[in-house]
């Protein structure tokens, strides 16, 4: 029942804050207005208007719990007259109620808020204002809650609430009076209680016609389970004045209330709005809920405290009410209620709730399948937009109807949505594509083909330009649940690389078996020859030469091949020592012996200081470096071998920007050969990277002894590069670590 005052002399406002000094003043006054002989409504209506004599606020509220002979609620509402622009938020009366403080917080409205549960949309009706509600207890029990809202974010400060502290044994005194005094004059509800439960819902529900009208037309909105439950809740709360309450749905399988909404608990475990991120799961096997859900009846306890098995949500409950929603006989939720008053719940409110429950239980039933849609949907819908491969679903038209990102990305185009109205395949794709691809009229072609032929499978490789890329498209017919054709689905992927792979394996096989070939071709030969007939000795000590000579070759080819294996898998490993250039560079030049076509100069610095590293492997890059700069200059020339300390005269500033710090020796081979193109610079150290040319072709080789040589020098921590002029010749650089105590000791220590 709710009480309007009349209006408030409004000249009574004050321009500025009281002290709380001078508010003992007003304290007295509202004494003396609650004390006084007239009806309780009479003495309300002054103690507002004394209010404003010292408190500057917006509008007031007094909600009451009348004690009776039956248990269940006598609320009334008593509000202040005139200002009431906005809806009272019975959360935050609640919020007071159940955790039995004062409550002061600021509320404003959040148009951005989702606005998916009551209390969101509540806020979106309220102005900005500054709330304070004060639970009116005395004797252990809640008698009532008083609340005052005001416009300024000062108002209602520390003195205001020192007041209201004051004056709350008034105000129960004042309750207790009036409850005893509706006692003694209700007869009806004695008579009430004697009789039985069914009887006595029924008489309450139908004076309640309107609110489960009301209920009935919400919950026949097709809303989200979570929109559902909140309306549910706040209803069930607002209507049977419980404090806090909950609906769990109840999962069979695994014996578990899933706690969806709750609202009223002030705890830690709980927030006080009724949205939850996480949903918390409970035994059904404690609680009363669990007992509601496994009997399939509504229940109320008085005290909870007084059960063994029950765990209250909150240590100030008492009362509870948990009431199953039951569909076919199967429990779908239930819906708890908690007050702190023992009281609080009676027959009326068990009958009541059970209705609420018997009218929700189809509406939440479609609600719980709904979600379940939504869900699936959601969970495609994440696989469909993380797919690495690009997906685009097509209606029988060609028509674009929707992408994941990867699809945009994969063709290289600025991402969805940039452009408005259909989007078609074979229209704005091959359009958007255009500059790039090489054979437009083959793609326009594939989506003519697939519309043509609707039911088929196709797939066919786009190559595009500018970057060179090729990407494979399937394109499969979707069919809709009676198994009609709707259109089709695209999936792409970029295969560039699969092809670049697929080019090199190629390339591997066709040099490696030339390579392999011409030396096994000689040896054949030769050893045919030796055979076939007797030689004179020299000539076959010449012969004998050749095939040790190729063999030595082809032992050298796989050798490539085995180092390249190992430094891909990380098996390589280089066994480093203090070693003198000088002497690695000696038992070079040895093993190539005199040179027919071309001059070696060696230059050392002297002094030069020793290098840390593995001597077979520094070996190795040196031949294979000298041994191509003898290749690649066809017509002789000089080849010149540099060795020099990094600082002093050679300044760092010679080696690559991203060169290590440290101490080096900068080793480098000059040749005056062939020389390199600046385009094919880049790539030389590729694997199985040889330039193309008449020359080079001539020539012969496999294209790995630069890429380990490269490896080998990465390994010991240095770097390879090389400086070029086609026609004039090359230099190949290379660094090595100087051998200095630091690094022995951290080989050492590892
Ligand atoms: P291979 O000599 O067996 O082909 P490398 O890995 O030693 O393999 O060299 C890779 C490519 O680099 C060669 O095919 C050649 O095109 C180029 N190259 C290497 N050294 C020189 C050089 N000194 N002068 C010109 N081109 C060179």
Redesign the pocket.
């Known amino acids: 029942m709710d009480y309007a005052l009349d209006h408030t002399d409004m000249h009574l406002m004050l321009s500025s804050v009281f002290s709380s000094t001078e508010l003992l003043t007003v304290l007295a006054e509202a004494s003396r207005v609650l004390q006084d002989g007239r009806s309780l409504l009479s003495r309300l209506e002054d103690l507002f208007k004394v209010f404003r004599t010292g408190i500057r606020y917006r509008d007031a509220r007094l909600t009451c719990w009348f004690g009776s002979v039956r248990p269940g609620a006598q609320r009334q509402h008593f509000y202040s007259p005139g200002t009431r622009s906005y809806p009272w938020d019975n959360g935050l009366t609640r919020q007071v109620a159940m955790g039995q403080t004062i409550v002061r917080q600021s509320v404003t409205p959040d148009p951005e808020s989702p606005g998916d549960g009551v209390r969101d949309h509540l806020r979106q009706l309220t102005a900005p204002h500054v709330y304070l509600g004060a639970p009116i207890v005395w004797g252990k029990r809640l008698w009532g809650v008083l609340e005052l809202r005001a416009d300024g974010t000062d108002d209602l400060g520390q003195p205001v609430q020192e007041f209201v502290t004051g004056l709350l044994p008034q105000l129960a005194i004042a309750i207790v009076a009036e409850s005893e005094r509706l006692l003694a004059s209700s007869e009806a509800n004695v008579q009430m209680l004697t009789r039985p439960v069914s009887n006595a819902s029924q008489t309450d529900l139908a004076t309640r016609t309107p609110f489960f009208s009301a209920l009935e037309y919400e919950l026949e909105e097709p809303v989200p389970l979570h929109t559902l439950l909140t309306h549910l809740l706040r209803w069930t709360l607002d209507e049977t004045c419980a404090e806090a309450g909950s609906i769990c749905l109840v999962d069979y399988e695994r014996g578990e209330l899933v706690m969806q909404v709750y609202e009223g608990y002030s705890s830690g475990a709980f927030a006080t709005d009724a949205l939850s991120a996480h949903q918390e799961r409970i035994s059904w096997d404690v609680g009363l809920a669990g007992r509601a859900a496994r009997s399939g009846r509504a229940l109320l306890v008085r005290d909870v405290t007084q059960e063994a098995d029950l765990r209250p949500m909150e240590a100030n409950v008492r009362a509870e009410l948990a009431a199953p929603i039951v569909l076919e006989g199967v429990a779908l939720a239930v819906i708890t209620l908690d007050s702190p008053r023992s009281a609080a719940f009676g027959e009326q409110e068990l009958g009541f709730v059970s209705m609420v429950c018997e009218r929700a239980a189809r509406p939440l039933y479609r609600a719980m399948k709904y979600q379940d849609v939504l869900e699936q949907s959601n969970h495609l819908g994440q696989v469909f937009v993380s797919l690495p491969m690009g997906v685009a679903l097509l209606d029988t038209s060609g028509r674009v109807l929707r992408t994941n990102p990867a699809w945009a990305t994969t063709w290289g185009l600025l991402e969805n949505g940039e452009r408005d109205g259909p989007v078609y395949v074979s229209l704005d794709l091959v359009e958007a594509l255009l500059p790039r691809l090489t054979d437009p009229d083959q793609l326009v072609a594939f989506c003519n083909e697939g519309q043509h032929a609707p039911d088929d499978v196709q797939m066919f490789n786009v190559r595009l330009n500018d970057p060179k890329q090729e990407i494979h498209v399937l394109s499969v017919p979707t069919r809709d649940s009676l198994h009609q054709i709707t259109g089709r689905l695209w999936a792409i992927r970029d295969i560039t690389r699969e092809r670049e792979l697929d080019q090199v394996k190629n390339e591997f096989v066709s040099i490696v078996s030339h390579e392999l070939r011409t030396p096994l071709t000689s040896i054949l030969g030769y050893t045919e020859l030796l055979l076939a007939r007797d030689f004179a000795p020299d000539e076959q000590k010449r012969f004998i030469q050749t095939v040790y000579d190729q063999a030595e070759h082809l032992s050298g080819i796989v050798d490539d091949l085995l180092s390249i294996s190992r430094l891909e898998s990380g098996r390589m490993k280089i066994n480093c020592w203090i070693v003198e250039l000088r002497q690695i560079i000696a038992e070079l030049t040895n093993q190539l012996g005199p040179l027919e076509y071309h001059r070696l100069l060696i230059h050392m610095a002297d002094p030069l200081p020793a290098v840390y590293v593995d001597r077979d492997k520094i070996k190795q890059v040196l031949f ?1 470096l000298v041994t ?2 003898i ?3 066809p017509n002789g020339g000089e080849i010149e071998l540099t060795v020099q300390e990094i600082g002093g005269k050679v300044p760092r500033d010679v080696l690559p920007n991203d060169h290590p710090d440290g101490s080096w020796v900068l080793v480098s081979v000059r ?1 005056e ?4 193109a600046p385009e ?1 610079i880049p790539r ?2 590729e694997r199985f ?3 193309d040319n008449t020359n ?1 072709r001539r ?1 012969g ?7 380990i ?1 490269r490896s080998l020098i990465e390994l010991h921590g240095g770097r390879m590069w090389l400086e ?1 002029v086609l026609g004039q ?2 230099t ?1 650089f290379f660094t090595v670590p100087v051998a200095t105590d630091k690094l022995r000791r951290r080989d050492e220590e590892n």
């Open positions: 294979n191509n700069a290749k690649y200059s040749d050969g062939i020389g390199i094919d030389i150290g990277y040889r330039v080079t020539i080789g496999t294209g790995l002894g630069l890429n040589a070029s010749g090359s190949f």
